[in-house]
Each structure stands twice: as structure tokens, then as C-alpha cells.
């Protein structure tokens, strides 16, 4: 269905942002009002005013303290995270600990000393971005197809949404770099079907999906990455260490054989490193690297190309590929002792839904409390806790009897969505995880009092 209003894809960058359009049957790229195509992801304040982009970054040296930058690597996370920790050793700004753990960014404004959260930094590169592109479109843009590093777990996403919502941009989609990347002109994939690499490193996150291209599916196999590896933190030991690691988890997530592997592309800054492009190159056996593609740019044609699909632009140019995506990290919920019941296992497709059935352990208890987590291990405590809530009413039956079906949802942009039935009354609770708010508010309360715990059932799909 066609969406009201002008649509951009936006390239949100740990250093530089990029916005196109779907204009004249094909990608534009925005320029500023210098006509540059890249815009620096800083912002600084001063005593009378605040600078974005190029006019933020150079004055870094002369007031330091007040020019922010790099805070795609604080949104989402926890003060305590220890990437926020090492981050911070290398930032001349300070960064404190704010109300429920979240990273506070301190600057001096006109004056007085302000603090904000790593959305609003975002949100205001983001309105800077959607400034720049409606002096040179001269109308107004509502909606944004907005790209986040594949490796970004939900409280990552949620809170670039978050970031979008402030600065006023309707997200229609989140997508995931390298698989927008895979979008780009210049990969070919008529024809035959194609397994390509995509090696996406940036400034703050090195990303990397193994893609099969046939016409007009773009399924991703599987995708894996750091988001505290950027290229301003390596050097060439590393460069092995983690590149080839995550290269071989890679194909053996998606149970390719090397030689399986038609191309390999590279984009990102950081892939200009010549030991960057020389060490994909001999892990796959000397292949020559794809070098059709437009490095800096890779990311934000195919979030535009995404953006003009969305918002329901026909043209021939632009054939209707169905991207299948996968979830970054499995989902699950906690059961007796702990335990981490995966009701979504990492690189499944997306969007999915899995139905999984619980009874309660404690039969005399009238509620049930719910709670939610990412990651691969097979204790919750190990893994990282996206929210809980209560499901009340539950009848007094017998331990043991089926009683509660618990769904899981992962929608297109990674956004997670559980819900509760308790199957004899069908009193129902829905909830989607919320970083800011709802889900968490339960979270200070002693747990383990007043309410029942989950105890697997059966697997029911
Ligand atoms: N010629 C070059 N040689 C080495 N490094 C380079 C070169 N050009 C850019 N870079 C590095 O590339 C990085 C920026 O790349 P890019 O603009 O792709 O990042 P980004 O998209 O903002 O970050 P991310 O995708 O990680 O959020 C910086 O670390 C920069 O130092
Ligand atoms: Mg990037």
C-alpha cells in the first residue's frame, strides 16, 4: 500500500551518515549545502550555539569536551556494558550513569551543563539529516528506511526507532547493513543463484552476512559481527583473530563449504585497510574481491531501494526483491531453574512466530511472570534480559497440566512481541519489548515472590 509523504533511506553511521532518495526512476544520493554526500555523525555545543556534521567535527580539537561523537556505540546499551567502559576511556567528553543504568552524555550548552541519551544524539544527527534532504527535495520528509548493524540486539533497535521518533522520521523498516548492502548496484544476481559474502566495516561495528541471491528471493543465511569492533579499534592482530572467526562461524551457521562462496564485497571505510581487503581475499583462497560497488554508499542504496519499495513506487528499475532476513541473536523465556527455553533460534528467518506451551510450577499462585531474553546460552543469567511481564489469573490447576501458551513474534526490523494465554479462561497479555518503558517496571521487584514460574510443557508449533 503506498505511504503518504516523501520517503528517504538513511545510512546512520557510528561516523558518517549518508540519505538517499528514489527520484528520476533511480537512487540519488543527497548532497549538503557544500555538496558533500557523506555527512560526519558528530555533534557539538558551544556557548552560543549547536554544530552538526563537518561544522561539529572541526572544532573537535578547540572544545572537545562538548563535541560528541560516536554515540551509535552508546545507543541501546547499559552504562555498566563493557563497551560503554572501554568507549569511554577514549572519549574526551564524559559519559556518567543516569536513571536505570542508561548512559548519560554530559556537555556544555549556552552556558549550562546539559545531559542527554544517546537517542537524542542520534535524533538530532537524524533531524539534521531529514533538514539537509528537505532543502534539497523542497518538501517535506516523513518516513525513513533506516539501516542498523546486522549484529544489533533489540534494545539497539528499539532505541534507533527511538531516536527516529524524536527527530520526527516515520520508521517504515529497519534493515540490516550488509543485507541492504547486498541491495546495491552493481551485484549481479540474475541469472543464477549466488552465494555472497558482504563484509561491512565501519567505523564502529564490522558486520558480516553470507547472503544466496536467485533472481528475485535475497535470502540471508546467516550474519554475525561485533558492535564495539569499528575500525578505529583495530589493529592487524585482530584483524586475523576476529575477521577469520566470525568469517568460518559464518559458513558454518549456514553449512556452506568455502568454496561454496561466489563473491566476496567489501564496503565500509574501514575496507580501504589494504590488510582488510588482502585477508578476505586469502581466506577464501585468493578470490578476487567484487569492486562494483561504491564502498561508502553500498549501504544507503539499498535502504533507499528498500524505502522506495516500502513507500510503493512501481518501476521496472526497481524489481520486487523479497529480502529474507534472520534474528541476530535466539529468543527465549526462563523456566524453572533458570533454565532458557529458545522459542527463536539465532539466523531463523524473519519475521517468525513460535507458540510454546507452559504449565506452572507453583499451583496455588495466581499470576505468572513472564520473562524475556536474547541470547545463545543455555541459562538465562548468562543471557541478556529483554523484559518481563505478568500474566494474572491463572486457574489453580494441578503442576504439570498444560496451561499457558506463550508466543513469540520477531517482526520484519528484529522488533520482538510476546504474548500470554492462559488457555482456560483465555485471558490474554501482549506485550512488545520496550526499552524505555512497561516492561522493565517490573524488574526492581524481588522476584521468586508471588509468582509462578514457567515449566516446560511440550513443544507445540
Ligand atoms: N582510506 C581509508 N583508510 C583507512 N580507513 C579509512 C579510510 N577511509 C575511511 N576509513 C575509516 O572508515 C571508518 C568510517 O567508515 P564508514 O563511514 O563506513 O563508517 P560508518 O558507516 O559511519 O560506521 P558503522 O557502519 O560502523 O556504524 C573510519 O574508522 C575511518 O577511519
Ligand atoms: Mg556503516
Redesign the pocket.
Known amino acids: 500500500m503506498p505511504v503518504a509523504g516523501q520517503t528517504v533511506g538513511i545510512?546512520l553511521?557510528?561516523?558518517?551518515?549518508c540519505v538517499g532518495v528514489w527520484r528520476n526512476n533511480r537512487v540519488e544520493i543527497i548532497t549538503d549545502y557544500h555538496g558533500r554526500r557523506?555527512i560526519p555523525?558528530y555533534v557539538a555545543f558551544n556557548e552560543t550555539e549547536r554544530l552538526m556534521g563537518d561544522a561539529a567535527m572541526s572544532q573537535n580539537a578547540a572544545n572537545a569536551r562538548n563535541t560528541i561523537f560516536g554515540a551509535?556505540r552508546l545507543i541501546g546499551r547499559k552504562f555498566t556494558d563493557p563497551a560503554v567502559q572501554s568507549n569511554m576511556t577514549h572519549w574526551p567528553f564524559d559519559v556518567v550513569s543516569g536513571p536505570c543504568d542508561n548512559p548519560i552524555i554530559k556537555a556544555h550548552y549556552k552556558g549550562e551543563e546539559r545531559h542527554f541519551q544517546a537517542e537524542e544524539i542520534c535524533a538530532m544527527i537524524l533531524m539534521e539529516m531529514k533538514e539537509i534532504t528537505e532543502a534539497y527535495l523542497e518538501k517535506e520528509v516523513k518516513n525513513a528506511v533506516i539501516s542498523v548493524?546486522a549484529c544489533f540486539n533489540d534494545a539497539q533497535r528499539q532505541a534507533t526507532k527511538c531516536a527516529a521518533s524524536i527527530a520526527g522520521l516515520n520508521v517504515l523498516r529497519l534493515i540490516n547493513?550488509p543485507t541492504a548492502a547486498a541491495n546495491a548496484n552493481g551485484i549481479d544476481h540474475r541469472g543464477c543463484e549466488k552465494n555472497v559474502l558482504i563484509f561491512?566495516?565501519?567505523?564502529?561495528?564490522l558486520?558480516i552476512s553470507l547472503l544466496t541471491l536467485d533472481d528475485e528471493i535475497y535470502e540471508v543465511k546467516a550474519s554475525a559481527g561485533d558492535t564495539s569492533l569499528?575500525?578505529?579499534d583495530i589493529d592487524n592482530r585482530m584483524v586475523d583473530y576476529f575477521c577469520i572467526g566470525i568469517c568460518e562461524q559464518i559458513l558454518r551457521d549456514s553449512k556452506m563449504p568455502k568454496d561454496q562462496v561466489h563473491e566476496v564485497v567489501l564496503?565500509?571505510?574501514?575496507t580501504?585497510?589494504p590488510k582488510l581487503q588482502s585477508m578476505p581475499s586469502a581466506f577464501f583462497d585468493g578470490m578476487e574481491l567484487c569492486k562494483r560497488v561504491n564502498?561508502?554508499e553500498a549501504?544507503t542504496f539499498g535502504a533507499t531501494v528498500k524505502a522506495a519499495l516500502l513507500s510503493g513506487v512501481k518501476s521496472e528499475k526497481l524489481s520486487e526483491i523479497l529480502l529474507l532476513d534472520v534474528a541476530p541473536f535466539s529468543l527465549g523465556v526462563e523456566s524453572i531453574g533458570g533454565r532458557m527455553i529458545t522459542f527463536i533460534r539465532q539466523n531463523n528467518h524473519i519475521p517468525c512466530k513460535k507458540t510454546l506451551t507452559f504449565s506452572v510450577c507453583k499451583d496455588i499462585l495466581p499470576s505468572v511472570l513472564i520473562r524475556i531474553f536474547e541470547g545463545e546460552h543455555s541459562m538465562t543469567k548468562d543471557n541478556n534480559f529483554l523484559g518481563e511481564f505478568r500474566l494474572d489469573g491463572v486457574l489453580p490447576l494441578a503442576s504439570g497440566q498444560p496451561q499457558i501458551d506463550v508466543t513469540v513474534y520477531v517482526d520484519a526490523d528484529g522488533t520482538v512481541t510476546v504474548s500470554a494465554i492462559e488457555r482456560s479462561t483465555g485471558k490474554e497479555k501482549k506485550v512488545t519489548v520496550s526499552h524505555d518503558k512497561g516492561l522493565r517496571l517490573l524488574s526492581g521487584r524481588k522476584r521468586g515472590h508471588g509468582y509462578g514460574t514457567l515449566e516446560m510443557y511440550k513443544l507445540s508449533d
Do not use: Y
Open positions: 545510512d553511521g557510528t561516523t558518517n551518515c557523506a555523525s551509535k548493524p547493513e561491512d566495516w565501519g567505523g564502529g561495528c558486520d569499528g575500525g578505529e564496503v565500509g571505510g574501514s580501504r585497510i564502498p561508502n549501504v
